[in-house]
């Protein structure tokens, strides 16, 4: 009797606040098949046209990489992050599209929010809204999911607050590219995992500089590594799909 009524007295719910940070982090896991890991961010065809040679390339190469993802993706997050919903998400979406300058990181970006709103739908089923919304823009034929819009969006239907948002899609981006780095030789797992810790530093001052803005003010600070992966489709070998 005594067990039981001290099994009952730990069995109870969790602070709302607690379940979030679960969430947060099955969001950014590496295990959820979203598709990031296909994808190397133009580092294989930089590689190849002998811009990336080293670890000390590899740092440039990826520090230019976050700076050109918070000045042009962090402002969809971030929109989308604020007003989740349907009307925001599709408007953001179609800016997005007529945005993104090559057919490779086009192609990427849409391959990874398809795959990203599929799991969020399969996986959150307490925010029913995002297979609501998933059914409904299927059934129209006429849109494509870009990933940053629907970061914003599943982040923001999970109660995720912008900030958290926005280094939350830097990160991912800096894990995916290191993750590329990798299987391509440039660095071991230790020296990238020492790498993350270095560029974390870098990373927070980027996602300070360019959080919270409109997409009216999303830019290219970085065009070349945008011809790179643009260059991707050429490449006679590749590993990756991007």
Request: with cysteine; hydrophobic share 40%.
């Amino acid at each position: 009797m005594e067990c039981k009524m001290e099994t009952d007295e730990i069995e109870e719910p969790p602070p709302t606040n607690h379940l979030l940070q679960w969430s947060q982090w099955q969001l950014i896991d590496s295990i959820l098949p979203t598709g990031g890991f296909a994808h190397s961010f133009g580092l294989e065809a930089a590689m190849q046209a002998q811009i990336v040679m080293g670890p000390e390339d590899l740092k440039t190469f990826v520090i230019h990489l976050l700076e050109n993802t918070g000045s042009l993706l962090l402002p969809f997050v971030y929109e989308a992050n604020k007003s989740p919903n349907l009307d925001t998400w599709t408007k953001l979406n179609r800016t997005l599209e007529a945005t993104l300058t090559n057919e490779v990181s086009k192609k990427s970006s849409i391959s990874q929010g398809s795959a990203l709103l599929r799991v969020a739908a399969s996986v959150f089923p307490e925010v029913p809204s995002l297979k609501t919304m998933r059914d409904k823009l299927l059934g129209s034929g006429t849109v494509s999911f870009h990933h940053a819009p629907v970061f914003g969006l599943t982040c923001g239907l999970l109660g995720f607050d912008s900030g958290t948002s926005q280094r939350a899609y830097v990160f991912m981006t800096m894990r995916d590219v290191l993750s590329a780095a990798t299987r391509l030789n440039l660095v071991g797992p230790l020296g990238a995992a020492a790498l993350q810790h270095q560029i974390a530093y870098v990373a927070e001052e980027i996602v300070r500089k360019w959080m919270d803005r409109p997409v009216e003010e999303a830019c290219q600070t970085s065009p070349l590594l945008d011809t790179i992966q643009g260059c991707h489709g050429y490449l006679f070998s590749r590993l990756f799909c991007s």
